[in-house]
């Protein structure tokens, strides 16, 4: 899997600014920023701006050529659908990772492992939620961390 690394503060979610000050950001948009942690390790740090009651969906994928000269994808997708109701935001969604098995690729045998959850919850605005995507109690599987933040409306553009 491509290793992606971002930066998110580890006390709450990042502060981000609109890429213009000329063009505001419609009201009610969300900053979902997610991190995929395997024990120590960052698998992806992806964020995505939606408007709220809207869902959104990142997919982080590579091509995989399997034995036999089939080929499919490794990877992750995390579909979120976000709504704000004040202060807090109430979310569902659905993750899925799918990688090839450590140590069980060959020219002739291919292991591909897919986890997939499905969650809903709330949560207050800049408060991130926590979720383990695990085969059993023996694996220590990946950990999904959300965070959610209300994206800034800019300024109106003024003139000199």
Known sequence: ???LLAVVGAAGCAQVSPISSEVA?????VLIE???????TILAAPKIVVLSGREATISILE?????????????????????????????SGN???RQLAQGVKSTTLATLV?????FTG???????????????ARTPGIQVQICFTL??????????
């Open 95 to 97: 993750c899925t990772v």
């Open 63 to 91: 091509p995989v050529l399997l034995p036999g000269a089939k080929e499919t994808t490794t990877g992750l997708t995390l579909s979120i659908l976000p709504k704000l109701e004040g202060t807090m935001v109430r979310y």
């Open 34 to 40: 997610s991190r995929f942690l395997e024990a120590d």
């Open 114 to 118: 897919t986890r997939e959850m499905w």
């Open 151 to 160: 994206f800034p409306a800019a300024a109106p553009a003024t003139k000199p």
């Open 25 to 29: 950001a419609p009201a009610g948009m």
């Open 1 to 3: 899997m491509i290793l």
């Open 122 to 136: 709330e949560a207050p605005l800049g408060r991130q939620e926590t979720f383990l995507l695990a085969d059993d």
